[in-house]
């Protein structure tokens, strides 16, 4: 149910605007309400109406790069988080937002580069760790995909996916016993996990 609140709020934003075309915080808080009023196309085109009035504003671009990644606009995420990055080079969400772009356009090798941006951060980071070892799985790298997700277990024992994907890697490199360990250990957290159930029988058989 959407906040009584949001059509009043918007009207105001957009009144300020009305007055002040180059006001860029009203245009910024006008597109940040489009959203919440769920009308995405008018707050992406509100929020681009502040980028060229103010190309620095980071807040904007961060929350641009964001939508178009919900958009599946991918091409368009990476060229607001690079803005960001020219900003602030070091910035690790920006990086994160580009890696999650490059990895559903398929270009799995940026896409690492990229989280591995993120990491230089924050080593420990749980979930960058896991995203690479799919990254890695995807390319049939499984040494480098059982490194990322021992991470994640190590940081995170509950987490049933990652014991899942090590199972994979593990299989794939021949290594029974610890693959159906992992498998097992996903079941175990996931009663319900019939991808992992279906990798014991075929281990078992």
């Known amino acids: 149910m959407q906040d009584e609140s949001i059509p009043q709020t918007l009207e105001a934003y957009r009144k300020a605007v009305e007055v002040d075309p180059e006001n860029v915080q009203a ?3 006008l597109a940040l309400q489009y959203l919440r009023a769920r009308r995405a196309k008018e707050a ?3 929020m681009q109406r502040v980028i060229l009035l103010d190309p620095k504003h980071l807040e ?3 929350q641009l790069s964001l939508w178009y990644y919900r958009r599946c606009m991918f091409h368009a995420a990476i060229e607001a988080a690079q803005k960001i990055l020219t900003l602030d080079p070091a910035n690790p969400w920006a990086y994160f937002r580009m890696a999650k772009s490059y990895f ?4 799995l090798d940026l896409a690492i580069q990229s989280f591995r941006k993120v990491l230089e951060a924050d080593p420990e980071h749980v979930i960058v760790h896991y995203h690479l070892g799919i990254a890695y799985e995807r390319k049939r790298q499984w040494h480098d995909a059982i490194r990322e997700f021992s991470q ?3 940081e ?3 987490d049933a996916s990652s014991h899942f994907h090590l199972g994979l ?3 794939r490199l021949g290594m029974r016993d610890l693959a159906i360990g992992e498998f097992m250990a996903a ?3 996931d009663g319900e996990d019939s991808a992992s159930l279906e990798q014991l029988h075929t281990l078992q058989d």
């Not at 559903?104 to 270009?107: A, E, N, Q, T």
């Open 187 to 189: 079941l175990n957290l």
């Open 44 to 46: 992406i085109a509100e």
């Open 169 to 171: 890697a593990y299989k």
């Open 152 to 154: 994640v277990v190590s």
């Open 156 to 158: 995170n024992p509950e």
């Open 27 to 29: 245009r910024y808080r």
């Open 104 to 107: 559903h356009l398929g270009k």
């Open 60 to 62: 904007a671009l961060f």
